[in-house]
């Protein structure tokens, strides 16, 4: 890779840590491709990233961000997955961890919070963004499905009284 190319790496990937919502790093060792491309598509399909680049270059990626507390954990073969969701990201490391041994979860950052392997594991433990939208939805409707049925059960019972009326009479 040429100067220029790393130069523009290291920008772009700068750009990529300052919105991420969170970032998560991990050790990879043993990883067929096979098994790199799937956590890339789950990582894709939860609108998140996995990137695997130059210790060095990422360090230099990661200066000036929220995320530059984690440089630490750049050492020996790392990737890095992010996204914008703080759940999506960790949610899918960690069940690919499960799965497959040879991805070791090291940390990662969200905003400027310095996160441990067991911090990560934590956030991936909690739902995401669609999920808790749904489970507010859910919260919100249940009032008025009550108020609906209260309001029809009088005339329910009405009918009830006029039908056993009718049968027994």
């Known amino acids: 890779m040429e100067r220029a190319q790393k130069q523009e790496l290291v920008a772009t990937m700068h750009d990529t840590f300052s919105e991420a919502g969170v970032i998560v790093v991990a050790h990879y060792i043993g ?58 990201a960790p949610k899918i490391a960690v069940e690919f961890a499960k799965k497959n041994e040879k991805l070791v979860i090291l940390g990662g950052a969200m905003g400027p919070t310095v996160l441990d392997a067991n911090a990560v594991k934590s956030l991936a433990s909690l739902p995401s963004l669609d999920e808790l939208r749904a489970i507010l939805v859910g919260l919100l409707q249940a009032p008025a499905t009550k108020i609906a049925r209260v309001i029809q059960e009088p005339g329910g019972q009405l009918a009830r009284v006029l039908q056993a009326k009718a049968d027994a009479g």
């Open 31 to 88: 990883l067929t491709v096979a098994e790199m491309t799937e956590l890339r598509s789950q990582m894709k399909e939860a609108g998140g990233r996995v990137k695997v680049a130059k210790n060095r270059l990422v360090k230099r990626a990661l200066e000036g961000t929220d995320a530059e507390g984690i440089q630490d954990l750049f050492e020996g073969p790392t990737c890095v997955a992010f996204s914008e969701d703080p759940i999506a």
